[in-house]
Structure formats: structure tokens, C-alpha cells
């Protein structure tokens, strides 16, 4: 989960993301929609996302073919969907937890 | 620009519950592991999120025992959320013994809604919107995850 956060920090990898949601996509394909970046770096990135879990492999013969993992973009999306609401459960729970001490006292 | 509010009542008075908005000790009991807290207008607010996402901003406004409003953003590279862009405002409304705490998140700016068409960008603006509180609407968009 931090990995995927972590991961979509940087916009190129994002981009990644976007060309390989619907469809897959060679390497090749996937470095060419970029003019300004290096497939060195381009591939770089691909392990990135890969290590994160957002993006799935393929082996086809020869080539590599890419895809966005939308499983773990689910996950991704529940944990932020639960980021507040959470953090004030937390507090409910310690702050219930001080005034019990308090009573005791 | 949406506007996210969530409520929770507390079984606790306000002045158990301030030490938790405003101490660093206590804060960390409920968000974050590192807090950098300095409640007071001009003050930092620095709280790091599971260890490794950096929320930053400002305190504009303490009213001990009702009321800390401070700005905030994400400080890594790339997030549309930078600190400073948006408003975080947590209020104690005591009820009998105990406290309704009202947290209203606003002012997502509106560059942080790129127009993207297709899937991925819509729900990563999403993601980037509810990751700092704000409310996206109802999830009506392309993409077909959900």
C-alpha cells in the first residue's frame, strides 16, 4: 500500500498507469508516448509500479506486454476513502480511553 | 471546489479531548507517527503519515477547548495537493458529557482537477481529492473499477 502511494507520487508513472488502463502495451510502446525520457529510465519506472503491485506482466514470445493491476488500485482507493474517518475513530478511542482514566482517578 | 465534512461524537469532554488536537505526544495516539505541532496562528503543522507521507501546513486559527483550523497539503513531489492549498478546520461541540467533533476539509484548488478523460486520471484525482479529505461526489466516472 505505501509502495502503490509512494509509486503514483511521480507523474510520469502515472501516465504509465493512464496508457496501460484499458489495454496492454509493449515496453516499446510504452517508452515511445514519451519523447523526453530514456527507456533506461522508462523501464525503471515500469519496476517501480511493477514492485508496487499496480502494474501487471506479460510474457508474449519475446515481448513484455504491460497492464494497469485495477485490483490493487481498489485497494488503493479504500484506504483513502478511509483516511478522515478512520483518523477520528482513532481519536474517539483515545480520547474515551483519557476520560475513563480520568474517572478512575 | 468540494467541501468534505465528517462528525463523530465522542464519549469525552472537550478538555479530554484538546490534548489530542494539540499535543504532539497525543496527537500521534490517533494520525501519524512524527507530529510537528505548534497550535497557535503561524505555527507549524507537520504530521507524518504512516510513516512516510508528509502532511504539511500552517495553524490560521486556536480556540482552546472548541476550535484548531490549519492549512494543508502533501508535500511529496507530484501530489496536486501541495501545502498550503487547502483548509482543515476541527471544531468540539460539547452535548451532555460528551463532544461532537466536526472536521470540515476545504478548498481542494481547482488545478488539482486536471481534465483527463479516461479512467486512470479520473480515479487518481480522486484518490488525490479523498487522500486530503475532500469529498469527490459520487464515483460516476469512467473507468469501470468500481
Known amino acids: 500500500m505505501d509502495a502503490a502511494l509512494k509509486a503514483l507520487a511521480e507523474p510520469r508513472r502515472r501516465e504509465i ?49 504491460y497492464q494497469a493491476n485495477r485490483d490493487e488500485m481498489q485497494n488503493l482507493r479504500k484506504f483513502l476513502d478511509e483516511y478522515w474517518t478512520s483518523g477520528l475513530e482513532r481519536l474517539r478511542d483515545a480520547a474515551e480511553a483519557a476520560q475513563r482514566d480520568k474517572e478512575k482517578r | 471546489m468540494a467541501e468534505l465534512v465528517r462528525e463523530i461524537m465522542i464519549d469525552a469532554t472537550p478538555e479530554t479531548i484538546w490534548p489530542f488536537l494539540t499535543e504532539p505526544d497525543k496527537h500521534i495516539l490517533w494520525e501519524g507517527t512524527v507530529a510537528d505541532i505548534d497550535p497557535r496562528p503561524g505555527g507549524v503543522y507537520r504530521v507524518l503519515v504512516r510513516g512516510e507521507f508528509q502532511s504539511a501546513g500552517e495553524y490560521v486559527e486556536v480556540v482552546p477547548l472548541q476550535k484548531v483550523a ?34 470540515v476539509h476545504r478548498g481542494l484548488p481547482d488545478d488539482a482537477v486536471e481534465p483527463h478523460g479516461d479512467g486512470w486520471a479520473h480515479y487518481l484525482e480522486r484518490l488525490a481529492t479523498r487522500a486530503v479529505g475532500n469529498d469527490p461526489g459520487p464515483d460516476t466516472g469512467e473507468g469501470g473499477t468500481a
Open chain 1, 17 to 65: 498507469l493512464r496508457l496501460v488502463w484499458v489495454r496492454e502495451l509493449p515496453a516499446t510502446d510504452i517508452a515511445d508516448h514519451f519523447g523526453d525520457v530514456t527507456r533506461p529510465a522508462i523501464s525503471q519506472h515500469l519496476s517501480v509500479l511493477k514492485a508496487a503491485g499496480l502494474l501487471s506482466e506479460r510474457r508474449e514470445g519475446t515481448r513484455r506486454l
Open chain 2, 70 to 103: 490549519f492549512t494543508f497539503g502533501w508535500e511529496d513531489d507530484g501530489n496536486p495537493v501541495q501545502p498550503g492549498s487547502t483548509m482543515v478546520e476541527i471544531t468540539l461541540h460539547p452535548e451532555g458529557n460528551k463532544t461532537r467533533v466536526r472536521l
